[in-house]
């Protein structure tokens, strides 16, 4: 399955879902919205949501007279396919690459570094 990526403004909307245990009603992704200090109207997060729905990310749920929102795809498979998506566009699927340039641009301070140092010697499966 292609995960499809988002624009910012659908991501919003979907960590809202995400952090609330992967379902919102609409009520409360408005709420979520509102203390992250967006003024959308209604339309636009309906369009949102709807765009949303139509990529496959999200499923409605009729609740009497409300609809729930439930994320289709969890946030860390979101994040493994964007990072795939971005790894294959600017590095040739080269995580290596990535990772140097993160280190080259000094955008890993030296604790980042040293943590990722110490998950990659005790081995993968080990912090999942």
């Not at 609330?20 to 009603?25: E, R, T």
């Not at 795939?84 to 993160?102: T, W």
Request: glycine share 8%; proline share 0%; charged share 25%.
């Amino acid at each position: 399955m292609t995960i499809q990526q988002v624009s910012d403004s659908e991501l919003e909307i979907l960590k809202i879902i995400w952090g609330n245990g992967g379902a919102a009603l609409y009520a409360h992704i408005m709420e979520k919205l509102s203390e992250a200090g967006y003024t959308w109207q209604k339309n636009t997060v309906i369009t949102l949501l709807s765009r949303l729905t139509g990529k496959g990310l999200v499923k409605v749920k009729k609740i009497g007279r409300r609809n729930e929102y439930i994320a289709a795809v969890s946030e860390k498979d979101y994040q493994a396919a964007q990072t795939q998506v971005l790894l294959n566009k600017l590095y040739e699927g080269s995580a290596k690459g990535l990772v140097s340039a993160l280190i080259q641009r000094d955008m890993i301070s030296a604790e980042e570094y040293e943590e990722l140092k110490r998950f990659w010697e005790s081995g993968w499966n080990e912090n999942e």
